[in-house]
C-alpha cells in the first residue's frame, strides 16, 4: 500500500490533504502537537498518530522513524505544520520571529532531511504548504511572509536537487484559507479559499506523470492577492 506522511494532519488544510489521501488508499501517518485533535484525527481515517513539536529535531526523526515502521516505506511527504503571527516589523517581538521560522521553515526541513532516504527509494513527492504571502509583499505578515518565501525557495532546490532520483517537490501557496490561522482576517470563510481546495490541488499533482514539475502553485482568493 502506498503511505503518506502529513504533518499539521490533525485540522485545517492538513486534515483536508490527509481526508484526500485517504480516499485516494494512502495509509497514513498523521504528525501533531495537540493530542486530543491529532487522536480525532487519526480515528476518522484510521491513521498512526504521533504527537511532535517540528521545532525539535528529534521529534522530527522520530515521526519518520515511526511512519516507516509501521509502513515500510513513504510515497508522499506532506509538511503542512505551520503558526502565523500578524505583526508589522517595528511591532514584531525576536520570539514571535524565531517561533514562525522555527516552525514553518526549520520543521519543513528537518522532516524533509530525515524522510528522503525513503522518499528516494520511492520516486515519492514532497509538498510543502506555504503561503501566497511568501511570493508578494504582505504588509503585517512580514515574519510570516520571509519564513514562507524560505520554504518556497528550500521547495525549489529541493526539487531541483533531487531530479536524478526521481523526487518532486512542490511548494503550494494560497491566500487566506478558511481555517482557524486566519480568522484575525475578519473574513467570511465562504468567501476564503476552502481546505478542500489545497487538497484537491495535491490530489492532481499526485496524478501527474513522472516527469511533470510543478516547483510552486499560487493559489488566489477572487477578487484579492491574499
Known amino acids: 500500500m502506498r503511505s503518506a506522511l502529513v504533518t499539521g494532519g490533525s485540522s485545517g488544510i492538513g486534515l483536508a490533504i490527509a481526508r484526500m489521501l485517504h480516499e485516494e488508499g494512502y495509509g497514513l501517518t498523521l504528525g501533531a502537537r495537540k493530542v486530543e485533535r491529532l487522536e480525532a484525527a487519526a480515528t476518522e481515517l484510521g491513521a498512526a498518530s504521533v504527537a511532535v513539536d517540528v521545532r525539535e529535531e528529534e521529534d522530527c526523526a522520530r515521526l519518520v522513524a515511526a511512519h516507516l515502521e509501521r509502513h515500510g516505506g513513504l510515497d508522499v511527504l506532506v509538511n503542512c505544520a505551520g503558526v502565523g503571527i500578524a505583526g508589522r516589523i517595528g511591532d514584531l517581538s525576536t520570539k514571535q520571529f524565531d517561533l514562525q521560522q522555527a516552525v514553518n521553515l526549520r520543521g519543513a526541513f528537518l522532516v524533509t532531511r530525515e524522510a528522503l532516504p525513503a522518499l528516494r527509494e520511492t520516486r515519492g513527492y514532497v509538498v510543502n504548504l506555504a503561503s501566497i504571502a511568501g511570493t508578494i509583499p504582505t504588509p503585517g505578515l512580514a515574519g510570516y511572509g520571509a519564513a514562507k518565501a524560505a520554504l518556497i ?31 484575525w482576517t475578519g473574513l467570511p470563510g465562504q468567501k476564503m479559499i476552502q481546505p478542500e481546495d489545497c487538497a ?27
Open 153 to 183: 525557495a528550500l521547495t525549489r532546490s529541493l526539487d531541483r536537487e533531487e531530479t536524478e532520483t526521481g523526487v518532486r517537490a512542490t511548494a503550494i501557496c494560497p491566500g487566506f484559507v478558511d481555517t482557524p490561522m486566519a480568522e
Open 200 to 226: 484537491e490541488l495535491v490530489r492532481a499533482l499526485l496524478r501527474l506523470s513522472p516527469y511533470a514539475r510543478v516547483p510552486v502553485v499560487v493559489l488566489e482568493r477572487a477578487g484579492e492577492s491574499v
